[in-house]
T-cell receptor, first 113, second 112 residues
């Protein structure tokens, strides 16, 4: 069965712009979580969506938002990009909310210049 | 946010050697997980631990959930070249409201 698909794989944006990243979970999985990975801070939890609702949220500013559609696909949006937003953004899908059996996608590498 | 203290940061070993790495935390976790990440890929779940004191194996990998619920270790026996990568520990509190809390990773390098 197909794994977690994230698009695009690479993205370059300018400071102040906004960006939307997409994640298609494994078929049948209803939970999608987003993580930011940087060399300095490591992997940090952004938020989790389940049944089209944000259920859990990490400690990130309001510029980071997301949504989930009825087919469980999720998008993450970052507005007013800052240089420090350059990172690998990973999404993970799981069958249940808060499940540890989470499968990660390959990530979207965002570079802000 | 809080992170787990993972050590060592990197390891240089010879093929065939055993490897040991660990994670500690100042707070309790209900689940401990170990992931491996290869360059250009997302983390892959290796082992999940759900009970304090639990010892679980997955092939040449063995991990334990510390009895205090504040630590975990991962051992790799008889390392092979494909073991190269970055290993992350992760903890999950009850309900998962904070998502997974990750360590900063152990970079495993195998010398020829």
């Amino acid at each position: 069965k197909a794994g977690v698909t994230q698009t695009p794989r690479y993205l370059i944006k300018t400071r102040g712009q906004q960006v939307t990243l997409s994640c298609s979970p494994i078929s049948g999985h209803r939970s999608v979580s987003w993580y930011q990975q940087t060399p300095g801070q490591g992997l940090q939890f952004l938020f989790e969506y389940f049944s089209e609702t944000q259920r859990n949220k990490g400690n990130f500013p309001g510029r980071f938002s997301g949504r989930q559609f009825s087919n469980s696909r999720s998008e993450m949006n970052v507005s007013t990009l800052e240089l420090g937003d350059s990172a690998l953004y990973l999404c993970a899908s799981s069958f249940r909310l808060g499940s540890t059996e989470a499968f990660f996608g390959q990530g979207t590498r965002l570079t802000v210049v | 946010g809080q992170q787990l203290n993972q050590s060592p940061q990197s390891m240089f070993i010879q093929e065939g050697e055993d490897v040991s790495m660990n994670c500690t935390s100042s707070s309790i976790f209900n689940t401990w997980l170990w992931y491996k990440q290869d360059p250009g890929e997302g983390p892959v779940l290796l082992i999940a631990l759900y009970k304090a004191g639990e010892l679980t194996s997955n092939g040449r990998l063995t991990a334990q959930f510390g009895i205090t619920r504040k630590d975990s270790f991962l051992n790799i026996s008889a390392s092979i070249p494909s073991d190269v990568g970055i290993y992350f520990c992760a903890g999950l509190r009850g309900g998962g409201a904070d998502g997974l809390t990750f360590g900063k990773g152990t970079h495993l390098i195998i010398q020829p």
